[in-house]
């Protein structure tokens, strides 16, 4: 009995072990969770406002910066470019004139207007004080082909190396990368597309920016 009495003993000390043991796990769990939702939402508070910076592209063997560029991030995660420089989407088109025969594609978006540019953030990793960006930019713009307007798609690749978008924490500074490899015209008024044949290298796009 005495034997049964201290085995009796051991087995409640082990039960309230592995209790209070579930419950210290439990607690650190729940507080790993709470810290990591709290660092990524002070991260995506420290984000909104607005930036200036630079942007710059490459294309085939050529790279130009030092373009003064500015957006906005919002509450909805979603960065605003007023004024993005379309008609730079023209130097994917090989048939630029350079040997004689200049593609219509080519003409049509060397004419193409700045406008607004919105680039979605649809995920980020924290790592220190810094984010690694998930970004989805929706390019639409308008060109106008023999007399006629077209709303222009541009669509990006999605296989860029970890770390080419990101926002570090320290000095408020935000890069964006992504690199439009299609372009499809859009005629709304007949709900048709067409791939342009014509886009046949993929421009790329280096963004920096400051929160001012």
Known sequence: RSSDLEMKKIMNAAATAICLFAMAWTAVSCSSDDNHQNSADQMLKNMLGSYEGTLGFSYSTSTVSGW????????????????????????????????????????????????????VIKGFGLSDSNASLTIIPQIKFNVTIDGDTYE?????TDNKPMFSSRYTMSNSEM???????????VNNAHGTSEVQKDFDRPVTYYLKANKK
Request: proline share 4%.
């Open 68 to 119: 003064t560029t500015s957006w906005k991030v919002d509450e909805m995660r979603i960065i605003t470019i007023d004024k993005f420089p379309y008609r730079t989407l023209a130097n994917g088109v090989s048939k630029d004139g350079s040997t004689g025969t200049e593609s219509p594609l080519h003409a049509a978006l060397l004419k193409a207007q700045d406008a607004p540019l919105k680039v």
């Open 152 to 156: 222009m798609k541009g669509y990006i």
């Open 175 to 185: 890069v964006l990368e992504f690199t439009v490899e299609k372009l499809v015209k």
